[in-house]
T-cell receptor, first 112, second 113 residues
Framework: KAGVTQTPRYLIKTRGQQVTLSCSPI?????VSWYQQTPGQGLQFLFE???????NKGNFPGRFSGRQFSNSRSEMNVSTLELGDSALYLC???????????FGQGTRLTVV | GENVEQHPSTLSVQEGDSAVIKCTYS??????FPWYKQELGKRPQLIID?????GEKKDQRIAVTLNKTAKHFSLHITETQPEDSAVYFC????????????FGKGTTLSVSS
């Protein structure tokens, strides 16, 4: 079965712009979580969605937002991009009964 | 919220030696503790996990131990091989609901032959 798919794989944006990243979970998985990975901070939790509702949120500014659609696909949006937003953004999907999180390949965002 | 500390940040061993990575967590309600391996340029992949009702779990050369009282858990890799070289992350599932994971900052393991 297909794994977690993230698009696009790479993005270059300018400071002040906004960006939308997409995540398609494994078929049947209704929970999607997003993480920011940077060399200094490791993997930091952004937010989690389940059945189109945000269930948990990490400690990130309001410029970071997300949503989930009825088919469980999720998007995250970052507005007013800053240089420090350059990172690998990973999403992970899981089922409620199986807490194992399966990660996508990530979207590498570079802000210039 | 949950906070996970991981040590050491880097670890170098000779092939065949054992490697131990330790993590502590702060939320006593956390009940699921996975370990992920991330090779350069690849996605994190689960290598072993443990739930709070178990003290130890083994899978071939890899084992994880959990001490709920002290709120710490450890990854043990025996007979290390060069292909074990990667970044290892511990994590804790925050609270009782949801699947959000709080990660440690990672340990870069280098196994030299």
């Amino acid at each position: 079965k297909a794994g977690v798919t993230q698009t696009p794989r790479y993005l270059i944006k300018t400071r002040g712009q906004q960006v939308t990243l997409s995540c398609s979970p494994i078929s049947g998985h209704r929970s999607v979580s997003w993480y920011q990975q940077t060399p200094g901070q490791g993997l930091q939790f952004l937010f989690e969605y389940f059945s189109e509702t945000q269930r948990n949120k990490g400690n990130f500014p309001g410029r970071f937002s997300g949503r989930q659609f009825s088919n469980s696909r999720s998007e995250m949006n970052v507005s007013t991009l800053e240089l420090g937003d350059s990172a690998l953004y990973l999403c992970a999907s899981s089922t409620p009964s199986n807490t194992e999180a399966f990660f996508g390949q990530g979207t590498r965002l570079t802000v210039v | 919220g949950e906070n996970v500390e991981q040590h050491p940040s880097t670890l170098s061993v000779q092939e065949g030696d054992s490697a131990v990575i330790k993590c502590t967590y702060s939320d006593s309600a956390s009940n699921y503790f996975p370990w992920y391996k991330q090779e350069l340029g690849k996605r994190p992949q689960l290598i072993i996990d443990i739930r709070s009702n178990v003290g130890e779990k083994k899978d071939q050369r890899i084992a994880v131990t959990l001490n709920k009282t002290a709120k710490h858990f450890s990854l043990h890799i025996t007979e290390t091989q060069p292909e074990d070289s990667a970044v290892y992350f511990c994590a804790a599932r925050e609270g009782q609901a949801g699947t959000a994971l709080i990660f440690g900052k990672g340990t870069t393991l280098s196994v030299s032959s």
